[in-house]
Every structure is written in C-alpha cells, then in structure tokens.
C-alpha cells in the first residue's frame, strides 16, 4: 500500500510541529466528504497548515514528489470533490481561519480560506453588513470550499453567487508560488480575471489561501410570505408570474410535498402535508412590506390554496427554518444523494414534472427542494441503501435528471460543482472546444496534475 512508499519525511520538516497527521484514526475523518456515491480512498497524511507559507512548502513538496493533493475544507461538498484519493494528502484549510480584516467603509472583509461562512456575516454585523452567499451549509462550510464550488444559496436569487462577491484571492499555486489576485476595487480590468478562474475550479487550479470578500448593508427590513398550491401547474405558474414581475425577492424557494412530510415528519411546524408546491420567499429593502402583499396577490391569482405573508421577524424565521432543515432531515433519515441541476427559469415547471416523472418511472421517492428563483432545484434521491443495486439506481436516477436538464437548456450543477460525481454527466454538457481549453488552462498551472485529479472540469 502506498502509505509506506510515500516518504513524507522532507514533509514534516518544513513544516511546524504538527502540522502533518498520520494518525490512521485521525485520517478516517478526513477520507469523505457528503457525496455518498463517491467511494473515499485513503490519504497517506492529513496536513492541516496554519499558514499560506506552509501551504506553500507542502504544494511545492508535491510538486517535487508528485503526490497528489486534495483541498479540503469542510467536508459538506455533495459531488465528491474532497473525497480522498488512495494515494493523496488531504491538505485541510480548516485552522486557516483568521478574519485578517473588516474594512467597513470599502464594505470588504479579508479572511481566510477555512473560516466558516456564517462567521463572515457575525463578523462584520456590528458595522450593520453581512455577507450574502449563504449554502444550506453556511453554518458548517467554509469559505474556501464556497468559493472552490461558486457555491450559492437562498439569498443568491437577489445578491448573485459567490463569485459576485469576491475582490480578490491569495492562490497557492501547484509549484508552491503564491497568487494574488484582484483586491479592493469595485471595478478592475487589468489583465485576465484570474479571480474569476480560480472561483469554481475545485481545487484543481490552486489552493485558495485567503479572500477579500464583498460585504453589503443589512437591509433595513424584511418580510416573509409563504404559499401552497394544489398542484405543480398552480405553483409553476406563481412562479412564472413572480419571475417575470418587476420585484426581486431576497429569497425564493420551494419544497414539494415528499420534501414538506420529511420536515413535518421531523419538527410539526403546522406546514400543509397535501400541497403539492410550498413556496417560501422573502423581500427586503424599504418596500419589503408592500412587495410581499404583491407577491402573494399573484399566488392566490395563480391559484394557491393558501397564501400569506408576514413581517414579523420571528414568523419568518420561523418558515425560512424550515426551508433550512430540508437537507439536513431528508439526508438524516437513509442514503441520499443531492442532485443539483438549473434551467432557465421559465422552465423550472417542465424541470420539476419530470423529475416527478423519473422518480415514478424508477420507483424512486425524491425529495425536491430548489432555489426557484435561479431555477435551480435539488431533487434529493432518497435510496433504499448503498449496496450496489441502490447506487445503481441512484446513478441511472441523477443520468436522467441531468439529461432532462440539458434538454431544457440548463446545466448539470447550478452550485454543487462536478466533483467526480458528475464528470460523465459534464462531458455531456460541454463541447469538445470547451473541455479542451478548460484542460489547456489546467496543464499550464498545474503540469504534473497533482492538484485534485478527476474532479471538476
Ligand atoms: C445540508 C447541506 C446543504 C447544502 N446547501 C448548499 C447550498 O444551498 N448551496 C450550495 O452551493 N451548496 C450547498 N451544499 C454543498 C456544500 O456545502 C457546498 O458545496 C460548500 O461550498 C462546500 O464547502 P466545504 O467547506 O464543505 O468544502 P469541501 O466539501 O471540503 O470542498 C468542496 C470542494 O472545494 C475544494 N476546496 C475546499 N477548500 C478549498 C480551498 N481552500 N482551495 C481550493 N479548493 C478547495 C475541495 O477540493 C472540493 O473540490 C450543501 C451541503 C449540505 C450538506
């Protein structure tokens, strides 16, 4: 086994005490991430640096040996992009965790690669900002990892994706070089976005060490509506009226009727179990009161069964909690696996049927809940167990869901990233000219290809 051909002497020199675990106990934490069909490999050490320099030192000795390295983060990623390879180090960014600085009049905040997303927000709250990405994960998964996968989340649908709030990076490159990139300004044209490169790629391109992030101002209210409708084409067509209305709510998601029983089944919160479509959004700003009303007038012009909204801060949290349970509950309760697929949002109806439909055709209970106002949806594929012929069936039940996502124009991961889940699945989406260039990119900057190989583009 490879552990013993790997001398990782020269290793565990240059770096401080400490840092390099080969404890094969300590290890066993670190080998999956949340992707439950990608099977993990063993590492031959876990390094957990401190430092950008000690990032350095350790890529650059993997560069020189040519061992394989897997970013990590937190661990939450569902596509299997920090799962461990048989022969790799695990190279977690977690005790990188220094907010470096708030910057409240720039509205930006410099932190690194392993603080967690929800600390962003907590962090610069005193100075009246926050942070908008915010994964279902945000209070566990970490900002490098957010920014590896352009992670998005509830409150994307009005403040962008993670890579809408980025100024700059600090990049530890294959050979140990360290990049920086962008930096405070709102506006920056000098030379390629490199920024930009590095958002998304997965730990294939570099390792992000460090990033200035763009913080914006808390709004000054917000308000909560809730609607359920009897059937998909009643919610479908709410939404295609929200959609193309002249309002941009904060947060704009749905919960389909399996996905509603799951969070009842788990805490009674008194949502309707016979709905077919629950949506949940949010407004903000200084008309959130009076867009709310709006919204709901056009889900009982839709046809919702019932339809309410509220400004009291605590009924929303309320409703938004149980938007926020919905992974966590579903994937408590078996082998599930998250898919992740967007399409324009005027076909998010025609998406949601047919996922129903695969779900029946495979005789497969899929749980759907979906950031409806990007058009993203994530049908949670709840398998019996994760013996072979489940993963079988959870392998043919994500090919159909993806295809029927590119045949409606979308893509085959709206925030999850490939990983190496969905590889295959990519390659389907793509063009040649594409893959191509993205593997010209890869090969200039990280010839050897030790950084996370197979995962991603
Ligand atoms: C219940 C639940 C809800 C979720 N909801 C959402 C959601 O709403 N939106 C969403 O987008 N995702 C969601 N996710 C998925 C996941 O949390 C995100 O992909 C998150 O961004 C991963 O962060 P992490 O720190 O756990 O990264 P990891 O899982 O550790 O890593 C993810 C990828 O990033 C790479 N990576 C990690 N850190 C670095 C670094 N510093 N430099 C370079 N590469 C790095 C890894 O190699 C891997 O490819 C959810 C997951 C769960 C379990």
Redesign the pocket.
């Known amino acids: 086994m490879l552990t013993e051909l790997v001398d990782l002497t020269d290793l565990v020199d240059a770096l401080p005490e400490g840092t390099v675990v080969r404890d094969a106990d300590v290890i066993e934490g670190y080998r999956a991430?949340?992707a439950s069909l990608v099977p993990p490999g063993t590492p031959v050490a876990v390094v957990r640096p401190r430092t950008t320099e000690a990032v350095s030192a350790c890529l650059a000795w993997a560069s020189r040996t040519g061992t394989t390295v897997?970013?990590?983060?937190?661990?939450?990623?569902?596509s299997g992009?920090?799962t461990a390879r048989d022969d790799c180090i695990v190279v977690s960014?977690e005790r990188m965790d220094r907010i470096r600085e708030v910057d409240p009049a720039n509205h930006t905040v410099v932190v690194e690669?392993g603080v967690v997303n929800a600390e962003v927000s907590r962090a610069v709250a005193e100075h009246g900002l926050f942070y908008p990405p915010?994964?279902?994960?945000f209070e566990?998964?970490?900002i490098?990892?957010?920014?590896?996968?352009n992670?998005?989340?509830?409150r994307c649908v009005k403040y962008g994706v993670t890579r809408q709030s980025v100024l700059g990076l600090e990049v530890v490159l294959a050979d140990g070089r360290v990049l920086t990139t962008g930096g405070r300004t709102l506006k920056d044209s000098a030379g390629l976005d490199l920024t930009q490169l590095m958002i998304g790629?997965?730990?294939t391109l570099?390792?992000?060490?460090s990033a200035s992030l763009r913080v914006r101002p808390l709004p000054e209210s917000t308000a909560t509506f809730v609607a359920t409708f009897p059937t998909l084409d009643h919610g479908g067509a709410a939404l295609a009226a929200i959609c193309a209305s002249d309002m941009t709510p904060s947060v704009l998601e749905v919960l389909d009727r399996a996905t509603v029983n799951a969070v009842e089944d788990h805490q009674r919160m008194d949502l309707d179990r016979g709905t077919a479509l629950l949506l949940i959004g949010q407004t903000d700003g200084h008309r959130s009161a009076e867009d709310a009303d709006r919204l709901v007038a056009l889900c009982e012009e839709a046809g919702a069964s019932m339809a309410l909204a509220t400004s009291d801060p605590e009924d929303g949290q309320r409703l938004m909690h149980a938007r926020r349970l919905a992974?966590?509950v579903v994937?408590e309760r078996g082998a599930t696996v998250?898919e992740d697929v967007a399409v324009p949002r005027t076909r998010l109806l025609q998406m949601l049927q047919r996922v129903e439909q695969i779900g029946e055709e495979l005789g497969l209970e899929i749980c759907t809940v979906g950031?409806a106002g990007d058009g993203n949806l994530h049908p949670m594929l709840c398998l019996p167990d994760l013996g072979p012929e489940s993963q079988d069936l959870g392998l043919r039940a994500a090919d159909r869901i993806c295809q029927a996502a590119i045949a409606l124009g979308g893509t085959v991961t709206g925030?999850?990233?490939v990983?190496e889940l969905k590889r295959g699945m990519l390659h389907q989406q793509l063009s040649e000219t594409s893959l191509s260039v993205q593997a010209a990119i890869k090969s200039a900057l990280d010839p050897d290809g030790i950084l996370?190989p197979g995962?991603?583009w």
């Open positions: 991430d949340m897997v970013p990590r983060g937190a661990g939450t990623g569902l992009g920090a960014l690669a915010d994964p279902g994960s566990v998964s970490t490098g990892g957010n920014l590896a996968t992670a998005g989340g509830m790629s997965e730990g570099g390792i992000i060490t992974g966590w994937m998250v950031h925030e999850h990233g990983g996370n995962r991603g």
